[in-house]
């Protein structure tokens, strides 16, 4: 199996696709074989991100794909998957991040985004997600070290 490593969230917007793109590109940068899965099938913004990558012949390559389920996970030859999750799907996530080997779980400074991360974060956890997989990141941050400080709090 290749290693996996998810960007979930149930709110849209939060930041997954950017981080998961992040993460392949610098990862295939260091001569990894990475495969992004593709699970917003509704925007597919990672799958059409490799699209525009590949017109224009840029570099390092990176493959994606739509991808419904992780049971086609086993039938992966490369080294890296990316899965970037969809947002409103509580079970789509929990199967992905079963499977994962590190989950990153984006979220903005405000309430309202850090409540729901934190929840679900804290149900992944209460549904045999081991903690240590589980890394929260503030993303999308202000320059005021206040509103980190208070975020993180
Ligand atoms: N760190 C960041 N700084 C500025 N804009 C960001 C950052 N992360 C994400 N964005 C922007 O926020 C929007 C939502 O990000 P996206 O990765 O598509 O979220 P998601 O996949 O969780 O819906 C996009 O327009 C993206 O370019
Ligand atoms: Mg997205």
Same mark, same amino acid.
């Given at each position: 199996?290749?290693?996996?490593? *998810? ?12 981080? %998961? ?8 940068? *260091? ?68 499977? %994962? ?49 208070? %975020?993180?709090?």
């Amino acid at each position: 199996m290749p290693l996996i490593i *998810a960007c979930l969230s149930q709110k849209g917007g939060v930041g997954k696709s950017t981080i %998961a793109r992040l993460i392949a590109r610098t990862y295939a940068a *260091a001569g990894w074989q990475v495969k992004i899965c593709d699970f917003n099938t509704r925007q597919l913004t990672s799958v059409d991100w490799v699209g525009s990558r590949m017109s224009a012949g840029i570099e390092p390559a990176i493959a994606a794909e739509p991808y419904n389920t992780v049971k086609s996970f086993k039938r992966e030859t490369a080294d890296l998957l990316v899965a970037d999750g969809k947002p409103d799907s509580d079970q789509s996530s929990l199967d992905i991040a079963k499977v %994962a080997d590190f989950i990153v779980l984006p979220t903005g400074l405000a309430l309202d985004d850090l409540k729901p991360q934190v929840l679900f974060a804290n149900e992944l956890v209460s549904k045999g997600v081991p903690r240590s997989k589980i890394l929260l990141v503030l993303n999308k941050i202000t320059e005021s070290p206040v509103a980190v400080q208070e %975020a993180r709090e």
